[in-house]
């Protein structure tokens, strides 16, 4: 059990479009989901915190108007990167809490903006 | 968003021999601690964890170390085998800040057959 899976894994835009990035629950509910992100050969950084229903809760440095995030449900949240840039392009990784400390990553997906 | 560190040390170890992969803390409010294996172009992998309120914990051919007075955690591998090789990151969490997970700034670990 304690699956999370991302969708697309990986997708290629144009600079100046708008991507859409899902992290599903497959088998439990997660009130609060994370994402993070990796630049090649760094640690993951965490962006923002989303939580069911209310607004989330960005990083500091993290523009929350770039990066729109929706969790509209116990077992999807969105992130959403908007008028992307080529130094947006990254590994995008999400991960779904089921209770404390029990947090559980997906695959990650990769952005590449052209 | 938060991290401790941006570069990436390398660990090289020969098949069969031990693995110990260190990782420093500064969040003393930290009382829960992670370790994760990632393979590239994947999400991180859960290996163990370990409470405040212990030092040492064992898994399978794994075990974590926690020194709280020097605020430093070690990830020992026992029999290292090539299918270890990986990017390991410990990571932190914090009765004060819910469930945010911290990432350290990873070891990239390599296994020569």
């Known amino acids: 059990g304690a699956v999370v899976s991302q969708h697309p894994s990986w997708v290629i835009c144009k600079s100046g479009t708008s991507v859409k990035i899902e992290c599903r629950s497959l088998?439990?509910?997660?009130?609060?989901m994370f994402w993070y992100r990796q630049f090649p050969k760094q640690s993951l950084m965490l962006m923002a915190t989303?939580?069911?229903?209310?607004?989330?809760?960005?990083e500091q440095g993290v523009e929350k108007d770039k990066f729109l995030i929706n969790h509209a449900s116990l077992t999807l949240s969105t992130l959403t990167v908007t008028s992307a840039h080529p130094e947006d392009s990254s590994f995008y990784i999400c991960?779904?809490?089921?209770?404390?400390?029990?947090?559980?990553f997906g695959p990650g997906t990769r952005l590449t903006v052209t | 968003g938060e991290s401790v560190g941006l570069h990436l040390p390398t660990l090289s170890v020969q098949e069969g021999d031990n693995s110990i992969i260190n990782c420093a803390y500064s969040n003393s409010a930290s009382d829960y601690f992670i370790w994760y294996k990632q393979e590239s172009g994947k999400g991180p992998q859960f290996i163990i964890d370990?409470?405040?309120?212990?030092d040492k914990r064992q898994g399978q051919r794994v075990t974590v170390l926690l020194n709280k007075t020097v605020k430093h955690l070690s990830l020992q591998i026992a029999a290292t085998q090539p299918g270890d090789s990986a990017v390991y990151f410990c990571?932190?969490?914090?009765?004060?800040?819910?469930?945010?997970?911290?990432f350290g700034p990873g070891t990239s670990l390599s296994v020569i057959p």
């Open positions: 989303s939580n069911e229903g209310s607004k989330a809760t960005y």
């Open positions: 991960s779904a809490g089921r209770g404390m400390n029990e947090q559980y």
């Open positions: 088998d439990f509910q997660a009130t609060t």
């Open positions: 370990i409470r405040s309120n212990m």
């Open positions: 990571a932190e969490n914090s009765r004060t800040s819910y469930d945010k997970v911290i």
